[in-house]
């Protein structure tokens, strides 16, 4: 099953340019954005909406808002620089593809993984057998949000690279994919372009230890963005 491309469309233009959107507008209140701005995530939709910072604070951990259709998307990103993730591992997940993000759905009630590509967010069919083994030798896994948070796997070109980042983080790297990808391969443009994502991603990131961590918060509950 195919991420809708309904919700890639503000991450990928018609003429497959990264999209620019200098007058968006808060998709709750109306309100003009600022270029940089929150996003809220639909869990049943899978859609990630623009908000204003005061729609934002209605859906701040442990908020009512926060308890109903949308979730806030959180800003922090960090990077398992002990997460390599062996063949041994790597296999016991069953992933057949090298960029992959997983993350906890409330609707699904599950653990879900996706591979973005060039017709976009692909979701994998398999069970994940191995997710369990993988939080119990690596506790901070089980600190994910659930919905907003993922931990994306690059195993692209020899890379052994994990972070877990907001939801929305995600989706700009599938609309990054889409938007570059040339003929069967993909070409030098996409190449360039996942460089330079992980290349920004690692420069945001904290760096953390992901044998190190707590236990995962009860679901549903939310967190502030300065949670670690």
Do not use: K
Not at 88 to 110: I, K, M, Q
Not at 199 to 213: K, Y
Not at 216 to 228: K, R, Y
């Amino acid at each position: 099953m195919a991420l809708p491309l309904g919700a890639l469309r503000r991450f990928v233009s018609r003429e497959g340019q990264p999209q620019r959107r200098p007058l968006e507008r808060c998709e709750l209140c109306s309100t003009l954005l600022l270029p940089t701005h929150r996003h809220l995530f639909a869990p049943e939709r899978r859609q990630v909406l623009c908000v204003c910072e005061p729609c934002a604070l209605l859906f701040r951990a442990g908020s009512q808002a926060g308890q109903g259709q949308y979730r806030l998307i959180p800003e922090r990103y960090r990077w398992l620089r002990d997460l390599g993730l062996t063949d041994a591992e790597w296999e016991a997940l069953g992933l057949p593809v090298n960029l992959v993000y997983l993350f906890y759905s409330s609707p699904a009630g599950r653990m879900l993984a996706f591979y973005p590509g060039p017709a976009g967010a692909t979701e994998s069919l398999l069970s994940l057998n191995g997710w369990q083994g993988l939080v119990a030798r690596y506790p901070r896994l089980g600190a994910l949000l659930p919905d907003v948070e993922a931990l994306l796997i690059n195993r692209v070109r020899g890379a052994r690279e994990a972070y877990l980042v907001p939801i929305d983080a995600c989706y700009r790297l599938t609309g990054l994919i889409r938007a570059n990808w040339r003929g069967l391969s993909g070409g030098l443009e996409v190449e360039q372009a996942l460089r330079t994502f992980f290349e920004e991603l690692q420069a945001r990131a904290e760096i953390v230890t992901a044998a190190a961590g707590r236990a995962a918060p009860a679901l549903g509950e939310g967190e502030d963005d300065t949670g670690s």
